[in-house]
């Protein structure tokens, strides 16, 4: 295959996961923001848009308005749905030859009816209507796809988003202990609440919620799921690799964020639930990057060097 369609599906698989999962974020802590009037906003705002890794103005106090204006419709900024909703689109425009009509067709149509504002009582139904896009774009690839090369970079992009997506949203829980969402409303963020009690039969608890997100190797969002999956699509990519040892540095390195997660004790994590969440995020930053000089060179432009004589 090449670098080029490889990329493009593994960028489209990343942002239309991206979008869906910064969908799940927003839609919970703004949420929190409404019922609850004791939060103060501009704090929570501010809070919610570092663990995106967006920096705001120090100078203007902010409101669930300009965390939507930022995060959700905002085509310019890197973290915002609408810049997810463009670039899988656009990435779909590259590798057209190989990506299939129902994919393009459903990314085309949300492309053109991603809306330039939400008004503040619609946010619920604009996230939701974000999930179930992505969840038909996903429905596509997953129903109709050969689990070829071509399907294992699309996978290896989603996973490898979703990885990152759930550990961010699991560092919001730890923004403000006090106030901060609850781990009901991060598991329904995540669609895990009923598969949660199913597991667990009790109300939810910081240690067995956290575990369920964290180390569940049934449930697809957790995060141990997302990277063991990453793993897989990365040993059929290239099948030759391991014969002596892991000598593929991506897979190196989500072997060791696995292992470092699985052998812990779920209370030493949560003791620093934010620190560990961030290095999860720096292990998968990593991998990305592995993965990207591994299977995606940059082309070397070619420069005249004169004749030799």
């Not at 009037?37 to 890794?53: K, N, Q, T, Y």
């Not at 996903?138 to 070829?148: K, P, Q, Y």
């Not at 992009?157 to 829980?173: C, H, K, P």
């Not at 593929?248 to 620093?272: K, M, N, T, V």
Request: proline share 4%; aromatic share 8%; with cysteine.
């Amino acid at each position: 295959m090449l670098s080029r369609i490889a990329e493009s599906l593994f960028w489209i698989g990343r942002y239309i996961e991206r979008s869906d999962g910064t969908a799940r974020i927003l839609d919970v802590h703004l949420q929190l923001l409404l019922e609850d009037p004791w939060i103060d906003e501009d704090s929570a705002c501010r809070a919610l848009l570092a663990v995106m890794g967006s920096e705001p103005n120090e100078d203007v106090a902010l409101g669930p308005q300009d965390v939507i204006a930022l995060l959700a419709v905002d085509p310019r900024h890197p973290a915002s749905i609408a810049h997810s909703v463009i670039a899988a689109r656009e990435n779909a425009r590259r590798a057209r030859e190989i990506v299939s009509t129902e994919l393009w067709e459903a990314l085309n149509h949300t492309y053109s009816r991603m809306p330039r504002q939400v008004a503040s009582d619609k946010t619920h139904e604009f996230f939701r209507w974000v999930r179930d896009r992505a969840a038909l774009a996903i429905g596509v690839v997953d129903s109709a796809s050969s689990r070829d090369e071509a399907w294992h970079f699309f996978n290896l992009g989603r996973s490898i988003e979703r990885a990152d997506m759930t550990a961010r949203l699991l560092a919001t829980r730890s923004l403000t202990e006090a106030s901060g969402p609850s781990w009901t409303t991060i598991l329904r963020s995540c669609g895990g609440y009923e598969a949660y009690l199913r597991s667990y039969r009790g109300v939810p608890s910081s240690l067995s919620a956290a575990e369920f997100l964290l180390l569940d190797r049934l449930f697809p969002r957790s995060i141990i799921s997302s990277v063991i999956r990453a793993e897989e699509s990365l040993r059929e990519i290239d099948p030759r690799a391991g014969r002596v040892g892991v000598t593929d540095q991506a897979q190196r390195l989500l072997g060791q964020i696995r292992s470092e997660l699985e052998y812990r004790p779920i209370g030493d994590i949560l003791f620093d639930l934010a620190g560990n969440m961030e290095r999860v995020q720096e292990v998968v930053s990593a991998a990305s990057d592995a993965i990207r000089q591994r299977y995606f060179p940059t082309s070397v432009v070619p420069v005249w060097i004169g004749e030799v004589s």
